[in-house]
């Protein structure tokens, strides 16, 4: 299985900070990476898919970049909205394998 | 409006067997890849399973055997059956799918609130 390790677990910052979360494939995954965003007691939210293409509706203050094994997901201007936990995905192959997701919280 | 609603969960006792049920509405289950995602209390989130539209199946480890998906096109409704249940099955478990956009990525766009299930004695 390829196992998707995500840094930092955790992470406390301020409204208009800039947040960068990364995530490492124990294999290359090419661009099969997505980026989803997850409010408590919420279903998960697409953010991100193919690495880097922003799904319709998201805002431009997220991005991301990477490819083969090593991912980043940017929030340019974090805003009181985001504060969420955030979770990569790999579906490169089955079993589609999540990270253990970073938490962003308000400092 | 595109959407799926989960419905089946509960409480059932270590060894037994329950059915999760995941209407959609917006779109055709049988075009689409339908998959299952469960999160446990306090934990991230675990892939489970897939069934994709030509029909071919796909499973976690840690419920190959014991799980099995299928779909009613008459109902437009996508199941995930739970059979053996252990009391680390217990989370709360999203079906989930992809629009023509992210298909090709494999990704879930699509997604139900969730359903609880909890084994216990």
């Known amino acids: 299985d390829v196992q998707m390790t995500q840094s930092p677990s955790s992470l406390s910052a301020s409204v208009g900070d800039r947040v960068m979360i990364t995530c490492r494939a124990s294999?290359?995954?090419?661009?099969?990476l997505n980026w989803y965003q997850q409010k408590p007691g919420k279903a998960p939210k697409l953010l991100i898919y193919?690495?880097?293409s922003l799904l319709t509706g998201v805002p431009s203050r997220f991005s991301a970049s990477g490819s083969g094994t090593d991912f980043t997901l940017t929030i340019s201007s974090l805003q009181r909205e985001d504060f969420a936990t955030y979770y990569c995905?790999?579906?490169?192959?089955?079993?589609?394998?999540f990270g253990g997701g970073t938490k962003v919280e308000i400092k | 409006e595109v959407q799926l609603v989960e419905s089946g969960g509960g409480l059932i006792q270590p060894g037994g067997s329950l059915r999760l049920s995941c209407a959609a509405s917006?779109?055709?289950?049988?075009?689409?890849?339908m998959g299952w995602v469960r999160q446990a209390p306090g934990k991230g989130l675990e892939w489970v399973s897939m069934l994709y539209s030509a029909g071919a199946t796909d499973f976690a480890d840690s419920v190959k055997g014991r799980f099995t998906v299928s779909r009613d096109t008459s109902k437009n409704t996508f199941h995930l059956q739970m059979n053996s249940l252990r009391v680390e099955d217990t989370a709360v478990y999203f079906c989930?799918?992809?629009?023509?956009?992210?298909?090709?990525?494999?990704?879930?766009?699509?997604w139900g609130q969730g359903t609880m299930v909890i084994v216990s004695s």
């Open positions: 989930a799918s992809g629009s023509a956009v992210v298909t090709p990525f494999d990704a879930f766009d699509i």
């Open positions: 294999q290359g995954i090419a661009s099969y």
């Open positions: 995905q790999q579906s490169y192959t089955t079993p589609a394998t």
């Open positions: 193919a690495a880097s």
């Open positions: 917006g779109f055709t289950v049988s075009t689409h890849y």
